[in-house]
């Protein structure tokens, strides 16, 4: 073999380099060329502009965050911020020029031996640049340019300029950028105002803003972490740090603020659009808080003012009549727990030692005052509403939570969401699809089925036999069953006549995607379920059997009126249903407005109607589901805490939800600008639908109880 010269070697290898070299320069001089911000840009950061939201109808719903910044100085920003700051983002700050070589390397090395991005390695000043001219992206282009960019910002800024900038231009989450904007909303107070507690606390929240701020335990961690950061790097002693950690996380109740007339919609597109959501790809790679955005929106202002207006005027006289029936007597041990849960979550608690805890836990359980709040928090009838176009998907208007639970809360906004984000059970209202089911197998609206006391032996060798059958028994018409909510003959519906992995299935080609166990108990609504979902479905029976997913969102612009995404509603179709079958359910569900378990309806909305109440074991949840020819709307009615229920019947459906759908649809029918001007439906009423006085006010009940199965081979 030839031999090769050491002088030939370390040529090709001095080639190599000189090649890689200069590859790497081509890259880095290509990437420069383009994409970088000017000099005015430099001089003259843009200012961030609020994102709008609208309605439909052209109502401004809400402006999104920047609006609220306000720049401060150098020297309004306190000294234990900045070196919060600096002790966690990058202590080299004063001694670099805008990008610390080092670092880079050992964050390097760290990665490639982790197999993954274990360290970053940007500086403050590289920071900055980001927040300022790029996007979040992670590509080696933008590492390159934002490098650049913060070389030039080094050599246009003084080092307490960029701490300024970096200050007042960075996310603290809630929307809320700039530290003059986050010491109000977390504190309510000014800046000069923070303790070094709450400046960490505030530095801590750079990392991921909404899970720190939402969750205490955590929040108070990540600060204490900084501060032991600023502890090792001398910025406090043993005392300052000590008493520090010590600190309660002391975050006052939000100063009450304008929250609009649909808080709880725009907080859903809010978080659609949230650098998490499911819909950030729409904004393509614009920022929701600072880039001037114009969102169009499927609500129509007027229906949610309608919606607004009714809960309120129901809630008001049901929260008075359950205050009147419900007693905490004999309820010591709910109570206790309630009053830990809320403990467990208060700041001083939480940063307790574990020998302070138990006197704490003690003082709140005696304090009246806090007490009190708890019982009025876990007694206050919660709800969920929603409208719905069925042919569009469109969603119209958005309760999300009952009127005195936002009075009680000023942050209610950022709460429970009682149409999309709680599943419950939906009892009897779940009934329509297993109908529907029955339907596509043969039967018709007028078939007979027996409708007295049912059972069966399950594969598990338990014998299940659901409460509520008619009081003499023999054949029922389905309409008939479905308009008294006989649970006997939906029982035998499942178990006869179709099967419940077909009823799941059915309801998972209407867009049902909550998880459904195929079990026989799924005919009286076992399963848990959101109201949106539920509600959506319903809109497939007045839509031909054709299934139309939920939109929200139909256009979004940038500033300059460019269109970024667009809508086309519906966004898809699918067939869930037979044509035929849906007119047959419109037929029967008419029945249980006109003259069944619905009635309530009717002293308040006159044109055709259709739906089905429910109504869960011990009063826990009520519903109406219903829809007009043009229309769908749920109501879902009940208590964040299951263990607090309504005391007696007036906790069912057609009474504690009802009257709140009919509350809202005479409003939206009164209201002859909406345009809803289709009253009837084509689909023929049944002659034994009719009403009387006495059924409207007081409608028939649902059987709710369901025994717990018998041991087998029992009767």
Known sequence: MKHISPRTVLRAFLYGITGIVVAVAIYVMVVLSDGLPTLEQLENPKQDLATQVFSSDGVLLEHFATTRRTSIPF??????????????EDRAFYEHWGVHTMRIVKATVKNILAMRTKEGASTITQQLARNLYFTQEQTLARKIREAWTALQIERTYTKNEILEMYANTVYYGRGAYGIQVAAQVYFNKQPMELSTSECAYLVGLFKAPEKYNSDDSAGIARRNLILGMMHEASFINDAQWARATSEPLAKPSPAQISRGIAPHFVEMIRQQLGRDGDGNDKLKGYDLYRDGLVIHTTLNASIQRYANLA?????GQYQQLFDKNFSWKSKGALLNSLLERAIVKKSDYISATPDQRKRIMER?????????????????????LVVIDPRTGGILAMVGAS????????????????????RRQPGSSFKPFVYAAALESGLTPDSPIESGPFSIVLPSGDVWAPAGSSKNGGPMPLRTALKFSTNSVAARLITEHTSASKVVGLCQRMGIVSPLRPVPSIALGSVEVTPLEMTNAYGIFINQGVAVPTAAITRIEDRMGNVLYEARLPST???????????????????VVDGGTGSSIRRFFKYDAAGKTGTTNDFADAWFIGYTPQLVAGVWVGFDDRRIQFTGDYGQGGRAAA???????????????????????AVEKDSADTTSPDIINMPPAEEIQDPPPLPPNKP
Request: hydrophobic share 35%.
């Open 75 to 88: 020297d309004s920003i306190p000294r234990n911020f900045v070196n919060a700051l600096i002790a966690t």
């Open 311 to 315: 809960v309120a005027e129901h809630l």
């Open 364 to 384: 709140y359980k005696r304090d009246r005052k806090f007490v009190d709040s708890v019982k009025r928090d876990a007694t206050t009838i919660q709800t969920g």
């Open 403 to 422: 009127p005195q639970s936002m009075r009680n809360n000023p942050a209610a906004r950022y709460s429970l969401n009682h149409v999309t984000q709680i």
């Open 573 to 591: 179709v699918s067939d869930a249903i037979s044509p035929s079958v849906a007119r047959s359910m419109i037929s029967m569900m008419r029945g």
């Open 659 to 681: 009257p709140a759908w009919g509350r809202l649809m005479q409003k939206v029918y009164d209201d002859a600008n909406l345009g809803y001007r289709q009253t009837r439906f």
